[in-house]
């Protein structure tokens, strides 16, 4: 692994993009590559076997593309199977879990509320976590299976979102939460209409900027910091359709990048 490969970041769809937006911020000269498995979207209602084999799909592609690190930009492909990774390839893996331990500094209520994928929740390395960090804390799990889809269509603002997001989210505020972690990156993407819903009691905890610096620690730890200097490549690649994927990359991105298919 070379210190000017580039960042492999991936996600099932555009849900990590927000995560690469905080990456390209700290780290002004590392060449990006995101990769999107838009075809094989959601990961969250399907199987651990079939997430590893995706998981180990893109990690092949990404390594042929001279990553020098990969980042696990999905909660669902993370708790679901980030281990049998590293235990394959000795590449280094950043993974996104849901910021639970934050959330129970933050809460007063001593109860919290977990959005994330069906699979996610279901998983035992969530379950683990949640153990670990929120002793004497209330765990309220919401799994939200229309959520990840709402996003990739693209449909982000309050009048198209509010009624899906209500659904999820009222019944966690019935319940006394007063802190919201969002356990799948693709809901960073609705964080106004989130926020707007779950009102200004409530705080809300998302893990774009934690798993940035992680990159940046990580990158230092292993003495992959990059040599280059000078403005870096962000590249977006797709396993699914190319122009929907161009679309979203310029809403979410902005206009001026190009797409590629894998
Ligand atoms: N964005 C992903 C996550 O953080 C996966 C969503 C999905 O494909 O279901 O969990």
Redesign the pocket.
Known sequence: MSSNGSIGVF???I?GLAITREIRKLLPNDNIIYVADSRH????EKTDAYILQRCIAITEYLISQDVKAIVVA???ATTSCIEALRERYSIPFIG?EPGIKPAVLNTKTGIIGVLA?PR?LKTNSFSSLADRVALNIQIELMPCPDL?QQVESLQLDYDSASEVVKQYVLPLIDKGVDTLVLG???YAHLMPVIKRIAGPEVRIINTEVAVAKEVLRRLDKTDLNTTNQGLATTKFITSGNQAHFQQQVDVLWGEGFDVDVF
């Open positions: 996600d099932s769809g849900g979207a959601p990961y969250g999905c909660n669902t996104t994928t996610t990840v799948c990156t693709h």
